[in-house]
């Protein structure tokens, strides 16, 4: 359960530093428009995402199990946040948060991180395939410039709605949310080591402000952003309002474990290390009560940041500090600048981001899986999208497992008599 930090600056030197300063940076550019527009897209403030990403990311990087995890607000967050916040407000989803962070540490206490491997796979796809779905259909709103105040959580009420506005399409926001996805992806490609998110959604919110186009930024919509943190307050614990939010926190601890884990198992691929899990787990949990005493949201391990800070040069968890305390020095100083990003990049980042997550790498691969895997997966899918995050990962693992247990029924492994 040891930090890794405490491992790694055993060894520290000066040229482990300067890879870790230049990483940090690096990644960092990276998570601060990912932060503000995962925030919004979960129907909270755009300072909540850097408050996550700041307080959560600088805990998973102190006290985590990974020498290069990177922590904070993530995509795969977004469907129960939002939903958390639309029926409870979101001192709902602080309270949900900081349980969530009291179960990982019990998780993590109990040694629980190796049962990851349990969950099965086809389970983890599909949930993931359907969150990524959610993702791309919240942003079509600000891409298309649809003059909507709200749209329905419910994913065929949302889509009825979206067709219902499409006169008031805005060409100038959906010209602004294409260029900033190609600039994106082509950076991404000719230099995958420069923070190309960062440059593609100022260079097109340059232009909207340069030409004054009529295309919403975070200013006008949600007001100038703070330029410190909050002062950390407990939330309401009322025995009333734990029960209520229970099930929210025990699904928001599932998924950071899950998505944290997972990252490092991705990291260890990357960088050739080897994470301690349950040390993850605890971290998780300590950023999470972190996150909600300064009213962020929930965080785990990201493995897009986390691949760009091992691709980075990024060696040890000082990157993941760097990554943290650059953006807290970004909030202070250039916070006003940040009201000049505009809605349709943001969601067109976010729009790549749903790509991503639905890992169309591993879609011929679904083919040639087992018919029950197979179905599995797509029943998670469903679940996810029609119905609820929690009902899919539920249904799923279940239904996984008893799959699991009967192909053990089914092929009982060979017996081999003793030696006489």
């Known amino acids: 359960m040891k930090p890794k930090l405490l491992t790694t600056l055993q060894t520290y030197n000066r040229s482990l530093f300067l890879s870790d300063l230049f990483a940090g940076i690096s990644v960092a550019m990276v998570a601060l428009p990912l932060s503000i527009a995962i925030a919004i897209a979960s129907g909270a403030g755009p300072e909540k995402g850097l408050i996550t990403a700041i307080v959560a990311g600088f805990l998973i990087s102190a006290l985590g199990g990974s020498r290069v995890q990177i922590g904070g607000p993530t995509g795969a967050f977004i469907v129960v946040v939002f939903g958390v916040i639309a029926e409870h407000g979101y001192d709902g989803l602080v309270l949900a948060t900081f349980m969530a962070g009291i179960i990982l540490l019990i998780a993590g206490f109990l040694r629980l991180g190796n049962l ?6 086809p389970v983890i796809d599909g949930f993931t395939i359907g969150i990524a779905v959610i993702i791309a259909t919240s942003q079509l709103k600000d891409l298309l410039g649809l003059p909507l105040d709200k749209v329905p959580a419910d994913f065929i009420a949302k889509l009825e709605t979206l067709w219902g506005a499409r006169d008031g399409l805005n060409l100038a926001a959906l010209l602004i949310g294409l260029v900033t996805m190609i600039l994106i992806v082509t950076l ?3 230099a995958p080591r420069f923070p190309g998110l960062i440059l593609a959604v100022a260079a097109t919110s340059a232009v909207v402000a340069l030409a004054q186009l009529p295309v919403d930024t975070i200013f006008s919509r949600y007001g100038a952003l703070p330029s410190t943190l909050p002062m950390p307050a407990p939330p309401d614990l009322s025995a009333a309002r734990i029960a ?3 099930p929210s926190a025990f699904v928001i601890a599932f ?3 899950v998505e944290s884990l997972l990252s490092a198992i991705v990291a260890d691929r990357m960088s050739g290390g080897k994470h301690r899990p349950n040390a993850e787990v605890l971290a998780q949990g300590w950023a999470n009560i972190g996150s909600s005493l300064f009213t962020g949201m929930p965080a785990t391990g990201a493995i897009a940041r ?3 800070n091992v691709n980075a040069g990024g060696k040890t968890p000082v990157a993941g500090l760097i990554h943290a305390l650059t953006i807290l020095v970004v909030m202070m100083v250039a916070a006003p600048l940040a009201g000049y990003l505009v809605m349709p990049a943001l969601a067109g980042l976010l729009m790549i981001t749903a790509w991503n997550m639905s890992e169309p ?5 679904y083919l040639s ?3 029950s895997d197979q179905l599995l ?3 998670t899918l469903v679940l996810t999208v029609l119905a609820d995050l929690t009902v899919a990962i539920g249904v799923g693992v279940a239904l996984g497992l008893a799959l699991r247990l009967r192909r053990r029924e089914v092929q009982p492994p060979e017996w081999t008599p003793p030696e006489r």
């Open 116 to 121: 990851i491997r349990h969950v099965p796979e």
């Open 188 to 190: 991404r490609r000719m």
């Open 244 to 246: 209520e939010l229970l």
């Open 255 to 257: 998924l950071a474990g």
């Open 306 to 308: 986390t691949a760009t």
């Open 361 to 365: 790498h591993k879609w011929h691969n």
């Open 369 to 371: 899986m087992r018919r």
């Open 377 to 379: 997966l797509v029943l």
